[in-house]
């Protein structure tokens, strides 16, 4: 299993509660359903710079 964290590049307010509700979960299944598992998700801006070298 491998371990992943999962960046939010854009968000509105209460973004963070939207991913931990209904689409997180559905997105942890599939993620689990292909050996990976989520162990952090970062809602805080991202420089694009770096966000591109986490894809």
Do not use: F
Not at 4 to 11: C, D, F, H, K, P
Request: aromatic share 8%; charged share 35%; proline share 2%.
């Amino acid at each position: 299993m491998k371990k992943i964290s999962v960046y939010v590049l854009e968000q509105t307010d209460g973004a963070a509660d939207q991913i931990l509700k209904a689409p997180y979960e559905k997105l942890a299944t599939w993620l689990w359903d292909h050996n990976l598992e989520v162990v952090n998700i970062r809602c805080e801006e991202v420089e694009e710079e770096e966000a591109i070298k986490t894809k």
